[in-house]
Protein backbone atom coordinates (compact mmCIF):
# COMPACT_ATOMS: atom_id res chain seq x y z
CA UNK A 1 0.00 0.00 0.00
CA UNK A 2 3.05 2.54 0.98
CA UNK A 3 4.35 2.08 -2.77
CA UNK A 4 0.78 2.67 -4.40
CA UNK A 5 0.69 5.59 -2.31
CA UNK A 6 3.83 6.79 -2.87
CA UNK A 7 3.88 6.15 -7.30
CA UNK A 8 0.16 8.12 -6.55
CA UNK A 9 1.58 10.88 -4.68
CA UNK A 10 4.74 11.11 -7.41
CA UNK A 11 2.32 11.19 -10.06
CA UNK A 12 0.51 14.07 -9.07
CA UNK A 13 3.64 16.19 -8.50
CA UNK A 14 4.15 15.41 -11.85
CA UNK A 15 1.29 16.79 -13.16
CA UNK A 16 1.30 19.64 -10.87
CA UNK A 17 4.36 20.63 -12.47
CA UNK A 18 3.67 20.44 -15.65
CA UNK A 19 0.18 22.06 -15.95
CA UNK A 20 2.68 25.48 -17.46
CA UNK A 21 3.06 22.98 -20.38
CA UNK A 22 -0.49 22.23 -20.84
CA UNK A 23 -2.10 25.45 -22.26
CA UNK A 24 -2.70 23.78 -25.34
CA UNK A 25 -4.83 20.99 -23.83
CA UNK A 26 -8.86 21.41 -24.36
CA UNK A 27 -11.02 21.95 -21.32
CA UNK A 28 -14.19 20.35 -21.06
CA UNK A 29 -16.61 21.32 -17.95
CA UNK A 30 -17.23 18.25 -15.70
CA UNK A 31 -20.22 17.15 -14.78
CA UNK A 32 -20.24 18.95 -11.53
CA UNK A 33 -19.99 22.33 -13.41
CA UNK A 34 -17.70 23.51 -10.92
CA UNK A 35 -14.75 21.86 -12.57
CA UNK A 36 -13.03 22.26 -15.61
CA UNK A 37 -12.27 18.56 -16.66
CA UNK A 38 -8.24 18.26 -17.71
CA UNK A 39 -8.35 14.66 -20.10
CA UNK A 40 -5.10 15.29 -21.07
CA UNK A 41 -3.91 14.38 -17.66
CA UNK A 42 -5.02 10.98 -17.75
CA UNK A 43 -1.22 10.28 -19.73
CA UNK A 44 0.58 11.22 -16.44
CA UNK A 45 -1.23 8.90 -14.75
CA UNK A 46 -0.92 5.96 -17.79
CA UNK A 47 2.89 6.41 -17.59
CA UNK A 48 3.23 5.98 -13.83
CA UNK A 49 0.62 2.82 -14.00
CA UNK A 50 -1.89 4.26 -11.67
CA UNK A 51 -5.73 4.99 -11.31
CA UNK A 52 -5.86 8.37 -9.80
CA UNK A 53 -7.41 12.15 -9.97
CA UNK A 54 -6.16 15.31 -9.26
CA UNK A 55 -7.95 19.09 -8.61
CA UNK A 56 -5.63 22.07 -8.57
CA UNK A 57 -7.96 25.39 -7.53
CA UNK A 58 -6.63 28.98 -8.05
CA UNK A 59 -7.88 30.86 -4.77
CA UNK A 60 -7.55 33.90 -6.41
CA UNK A 61 -9.85 33.36 -9.36
CA UNK A 62 -11.64 30.98 -7.57
CA UNK A 63 -11.48 27.84 -10.40
CA UNK A 64 -10.19 24.86 -10.62
CA UNK A 65 -9.49 22.14 -12.85
CA UNK A 66 -9.68 18.01 -12.56
CA UNK A 67 -9.11 15.08 -13.73
CA UNK A 68 -11.09 11.80 -13.65
CA UNK A 69 -14.04 13.87 -11.76
CA UNK A 70 -16.32 10.62 -10.64
CA UNK A 71 -12.81 9.52 -8.14
CA UNK A 72 -12.71 13.57 -7.19
CA UNK A 73 -16.33 12.77 -5.84
CA UNK A 74 -15.25 9.43 -4.86
CA UNK A 75 -14.25 8.94 -0.81
CA UNK A 76 -11.02 6.97 0.28
CA UNK A 77 -8.96 6.76 3.42
CA UNK A 78 -7.34 9.97 3.72
CA UNK A 79 -3.89 7.77 5.35
CA UNK A 80 -1.12 10.42 5.49
CA UNK A 81 -3.12 13.68 4.00
CA UNK A 82 -4.83 13.20 7.73
CA UNK A 83 -1.67 14.37 9.24
CA UNK A 84 -2.58 17.95 8.40
CA UNK A 85 -5.81 18.00 10.50
CA UNK A 86 -3.61 16.02 12.90
CA UNK A 87 -1.03 18.42 13.57
CA UNK A 88 -3.81 21.34 13.64
CA UNK A 89 -5.42 19.27 17.16
CA UNK A 90 -2.35 18.49 17.93
CA UNK A 91 -1.54 22.07 18.64
CA UNK A 92 -5.10 23.63 18.89
CA UNK A 93 -4.97 21.34 22.19
CA UNK A 94 -1.71 22.03 23.19
CA UNK A 95 -0.66 18.44 22.99
CA UNK A 96 2.16 20.16 20.92
CA UNK A 97 2.78 23.95 21.99
CA UNK A 98 5.59 24.34 19.23
CA UNK A 99 6.22 22.60 15.78
CA UNK A 100 10.03 23.16 16.30
CA UNK A 101 10.24 23.28 20.31
CA UNK A 102 8.19 19.92 21.06
CA UNK A 103 10.19 16.81 21.15
CA UNK A 104 8.86 13.57 20.28
CA UNK A 105 11.04 10.58 21.58
CA UNK A 106 11.74 7.67 19.35
CA UNK A 107 11.21 3.98 20.31
CA UNK A 108 14.82 3.06 19.13
CA UNK A 109 13.09 0.62 16.61
CA UNK A 110 12.25 1.28 13.07
CA UNK A 111 8.72 1.38 12.38
CA UNK A 112 8.24 -1.64 9.76
CA UNK A 113 5.75 -3.62 7.93
CA UNK A 114 4.56 -6.02 10.10
CA UNK A 115 1.88 -7.53 7.92
CA UNK A 116 0.41 -9.49 4.81
CA UNK A 117 1.02 -6.41 2.01
CA UNK A 118 3.18 -5.52 -0.53
CA UNK A 119 6.04 -4.78 1.56
CA UNK A 120 8.55 -7.98 2.75
CA UNK A 121 7.62 -8.59 6.45
CA UNK A 122 9.77 -6.64 8.67
CA UNK A 123 11.16 -3.99 6.29
CA UNK A 124 11.16 -0.39 7.26
CA UNK A 125 9.31 1.54 5.61
CA UNK A 126 9.93 5.32 6.51
CA UNK A 127 12.32 7.47 6.01
CA UNK A 128 15.45 7.52 8.15
CA UNK A 129 14.49 10.72 9.66
CA UNK A 130 11.69 9.48 11.46
CA UNK A 131 14.34 6.82 13.61
CA UNK A 132 15.37 10.00 16.02
CA UNK A 133 14.45 12.10 18.69
CA UNK A 134 12.03 14.92 16.24
CA UNK A 135 9.83 17.70 16.16
CA UNK A 136 6.65 17.90 14.33
CA UNK A 137 8.67 20.22 12.02
CA UNK A 138 10.45 16.82 10.97
CA UNK A 139 7.60 14.15 11.51
CA UNK A 140 5.31 16.38 8.93
CA UNK A 141 7.36 16.49 5.60
CA UNK A 142 8.26 12.79 6.46
CA UNK A 143 5.04 11.40 7.30
CA UNK A 144 6.14 9.67 10.33
CA UNK A 145 3.34 7.64 11.49
CA UNK A 146 4.42 6.84 15.32
CA UNK A 147 4.62 10.55 15.83
CA UNK A 148 0.65 10.80 15.16
CA UNK A 149 -0.09 7.60 16.44
CA UNK A 150 1.32 8.96 19.84
CA UNK A 151 -0.89 12.42 18.97
CA UNK A 152 -3.63 10.50 18.30
CA UNK A 153 -3.73 8.51 21.74
CA UNK A 154 -3.46 12.03 23.47
CA UNK A 155 -6.47 12.95 21.51
CA UNK A 156 -9.06 10.05 22.07
CA UNK A 157 -11.92 8.84 20.27
CA UNK A 158 -14.28 11.49 21.80
CA UNK A 159 -12.29 14.59 21.08
CA UNK A 160 -11.88 13.46 17.48
CA UNK A 161 -15.22 13.01 16.62
CA UNK A 162 -15.88 16.56 17.91
CA UNK A 163 -13.65 18.29 16.23
CA UNK A 164 -13.98 15.89 12.56
CA UNK A 165 -17.46 16.95 12.85
CA UNK A 166 -16.78 20.56 13.78
CA UNK A 167 -14.76 20.50 10.52
CA UNK A 168 -16.75 18.64 8.37
CA UNK A 169 -14.41 16.28 7.75
CA UNK A 170 -15.34 13.32 5.39
CA UNK A 171 -17.37 11.09 6.91
CA UNK A 172 -16.28 11.31 10.51
CA UNK A 173 -16.25 7.47 11.07
CA UNK A 174 -13.19 6.65 12.95
CA UNK A 175 -15.12 3.38 14.47
CA UNK A 176 -13.80 -0.10 13.96
CA UNK A 177 -10.45 0.17 14.52
CA UNK A 178 -7.51 1.24 16.89
CA UNK A 179 -7.55 5.16 17.57
CA UNK A 180 -3.68 4.97 16.29
CA UNK A 181 -5.08 3.43 13.24
CA UNK A 182 -8.35 4.77 11.97
CA UNK A 183 -6.82 6.92 8.75
CA UNK A 184 -4.80 4.37 7.80
CA UNK A 185 -7.65 1.67 7.79
CA UNK A 186 -10.97 1.47 9.05
CA UNK A 187 -14.16 3.78 7.55
CA UNK A 188 -12.94 7.14 7.70
CA UNK A 189 -13.46 8.33 3.93
CA UNK A 190 -12.84 11.97 2.88
CA UNK A 191 -13.12 13.01 -0.88
CA UNK A 192 -10.14 15.56 -3.07
CA UNK A 193 -13.14 17.51 -3.32
CA UNK A 194 -13.94 17.60 0.69
CA UNK A 195 -10.07 17.89 1.05
CA UNK A 196 -9.98 21.38 -1.24
CA UNK A 197 -12.70 22.64 0.92
CA UNK A 198 -10.78 21.71 3.65
CA UNK A 199 -7.64 23.04 2.57
CA UNK A 200 -9.03 26.43 1.52
CA UNK A 201 -10.18 26.97 4.71
CA UNK A 202 -7.35 25.94 6.30
CA UNK A 203 -5.76 28.57 4.12
CA UNK A 204 -7.98 31.28 5.12
CA UNK A 205 -7.72 29.90 8.49
CA UNK A 206 -11.90 29.67 8.64
CA UNK A 207 -11.08 26.58 10.86
CA UNK A 208 -12.57 26.21 14.36
CA UNK A 209 -8.73 26.05 15.76
CA UNK A 210 -6.99 28.55 17.33
CA UNK A 211 -4.61 31.39 15.05
CA UNK A 212 -1.48 29.67 16.06
CA UNK A 213 -2.02 25.89 15.20
CA UNK A 214 -3.51 26.96 11.83
CA UNK A 215 -0.09 29.21 10.76
CA UNK A 216 2.30 26.62 12.09
CA UNK A 217 0.45 24.02 10.38
CA UNK A 218 0.30 26.29 7.38
CA UNK A 219 4.07 26.77 8.02
CA UNK A 220 5.41 23.27 7.97
CA UNK A 221 3.24 22.10 5.22
CA UNK A 222 4.64 24.84 3.21
CA UNK A 223 7.81 22.81 0.61
CA UNK A 224 9.22 26.18 -1.09
CA UNK A 225 8.41 29.49 -1.15
CA UNK A 226 9.06 31.78 -4.70
CA UNK A 227 8.44 35.23 -6.04
Known sequence: MSKRISR???????????LSLLGSVALAQSSAGQYQEMPGFKRFFDNAGVEGTIIV?????????????ARADTGFLPASTFKIPNSLIALDLDIVKDVDGD?????????????????????????????????????????????????????GAERYKGILSSINYGNVDISSVAIDRFWLEGKLRI?????IEFLKKLYREDLPFSKHAMRQVKDIMTAEKTA
Open 57 to 69: HDLRKGTSVVYNP
Open 191 to 195: SARHQ
Open 8 to 18: CMASAAIVASS
Open 103 to 155: IFKWSGKPFTWDREAVLVEGKPILPEACNADITLRTAFPNSCVPVYQDIARKV
